[in-house]
């Protein structure tokens, strides 16, 4: 089984993030799928990955999960698994701020 740092080295996150891409550039021009203001950059799973459901295909490499988003959007995402955030916060307009509960 691979950890979840394991599968974004791999070969078929990599075709399948690829083939993602290339799709959004098709319809879209490759516009971020959240704010339609910026180019798109990441390929974000909607359902979040951690070390077991990273070997399901069904989630991992299902285009279905996938938002392509901008760095912006994507630096907004926190993931609802954690009860408290990490060292930074971002602000409305992204900017960095130091969490000081942490």
């Known amino acids: 089984m691979l950890t979840q740092k394991q ?3 791999t070969q078929a996150w990599r075709r399948a993030r690829q083939a993602y891409i290339d799709t959004r550039l098709a319809i879209d021009g490759g516009v971020c799928e959240v704010c339609q203001q910026e180019p798109g950059l990441i390929v ?3 359902v979040w990955l951690d070390d077991t459901n990273c070997n399901d ?3 991992s490499l299902n285009p279905d999960n996938f ?4 760095q912006t959007c994507h630096n907004k995402e ?3 698994r954690r009860g408290t955030p990490g060292r930074v916060l971002y602000g409305a307009d992204g ?4 969490n000081t509960n942490y």
């Open 7 to 9: 599968f974004y080295r």
């Open 44 to 46: 974000h799973h909607k």
């Open 57 to 59: 295909p069904t989630i």
């Open 67 to 70: 938002l392509y988003e901008c």
């Open 78 to 80: 926190r993931d609802p």
């Open 95 to 98: 900017e960095i701020i130091r």
